[in-house]
């Protein structure tokens, strides 16, 4: 925030994907009705001349999605983290299996917690006490316990169709990954364009260097479109 706030005077909206966090559950978890769903927050801001999206993992294929123009205004240029592009049958099934398995339930919300860090690959990143929004925001209480609030069932999104949706943008984008980030190499990556490397990161780039990763928001991916 650092970094960005000497380079955007515009607001800054981090939202939940339907499904995770705070937003509420869905029907559908396709990533044309996710992008819909951040198009949607974007116009209850009026007026909005224009716009910049950087999404992270699954949040990096609705911003493509959003490169398209196909969800409202287009935004001026797109940035995408760490997408994981190459599935294999494998995986989509065991993507599938744990979708349809009942989420797990703790006694106590430090537990849920954990399992929260563990799942979304910030454990041991994070100090659970030095960043309370985040577990809060993680993790939710019902009347059998604690669980982590993402549905599992977003699990079963698919792999996305990167061609179609770098080939079909409308506005510029850029590509880019941790440099020892295990679910995408710049090989796989770069057959969808030039690709942006944060050296000695991982797959959650925004937690390990922020600063870093700041600095790339306002340098390069503000600058352009």
């Not at 910049?52 to 699954?58: E, F, L, T």
């Amino acid at each position: 925030m650092d970094e960005l706030e000497s380079r955007w005077r515009g607001r800054v909206l981090v939202p939940d994907l339907r499904g995770h966090g705070r937003s509420p559950r869905a029907d559908s978890y396709d990533f044309a009705d996710m992008a819909a769903d951040v198009a949607d927050l974007v116009t209850r801001f009026p007026p909005v001349e224009e716009f910049v999206v950087v999404g992270h993992s699954m949040g990096g294929v609705v911003a493509l999605e959003l490169a398209s123009g196909r969800h409202g205004r287009l935004p001026r240029s797109v940035g995408a983290v760490g997408v994981k592009v190459t599935w294999t049958a494998a995986e989509l099934e065991r993507a599938r299996e744990l979708a349809s398995r009942p989420p797990r339930l703790f006694t106590r919300r430090e537990e849920a917690g954990a399992w929260f860090l563990r799942l979304t690959g910030l454990d041991g990143l994070v100090d659970p006490s030095g960043w309370p929004e985040l577990v809060d925001s993680g993790v939710v209480e019902g009347e059998e316990g604690w669980r982590v609030a993402q549905d599992p069932r977003t699990l079963a999104v698919g792999a996305p169709a990167m061609a179609d949706l770098v080939d079909g943008a409308r506005c510029p984008v850029v590509l880019a990954r941790g440099e020892t980030d295990p679910m995408v190499s710049t090989e796989e990556l770069s057959g969808f364009g030039p690709v942006h490397l944060f050296t000695g990161a991982g797959h959650n780039v925004m937690v390990e260097s922020p600063v870093t990763f700041g600095r790339w928001l306002a340098g390069d991916l503000l600058s352009i479109g």
